[in-house]
């Protein structure tokens, strides 16, 4: 009789502790995944922000280039020069600010 108790005490624990296991591993990988999500997002705008500097800054060669070769006069070379300097800027102070959060 008291082996028998003891057997299904045995068994019950060892139950008990792989519920305990499934339960702690289907947190994980719940918690892992939504840490993924939030990898990737963050790894998209990062992406996005730095095509859009590359892209201010080949602009602002572009530009740089028109002028000096006399394809655009200066008030469309000072408009322009200005547009994609600030949007270099905004796309590097966002990448700031993502690199501070991160």
Do not use: C, P
Not at 4 to 22: N, R
Not at 59 to 76: C, M, P, S, Y
Request: net charge negative; aromatic share 8%; charged share 30%.
């Amino acid at each position: 009789m008291k082996a028998t108790v003891a057997v299904i005490a045995v068994v019950l624990v060892a139950v008990f502790s792989l519920l305990a296991m499934v339960q702690a591993l289907r947190f994980y990988v719940l918690a892992s995944s939504a840490g993924d999500e939030g990898t990737r997002a963050w790894d998209a705008e990062r992406g996005k922000l730095e095509d859009a500097r590359r892209r201010s800054l080949h602009n602002l060669r572009e530009v740089q280039f028109d002028f000096d070769t006399g394809k655009i006069d200066q008030a469309d070379y000072d408009v322009l020069r200005v547009r994609y300097e600030q949007r270099a800027v905004a796309a590097m102070q966002r990448l700031d600010q993502l690199d501070g959060e991160g």
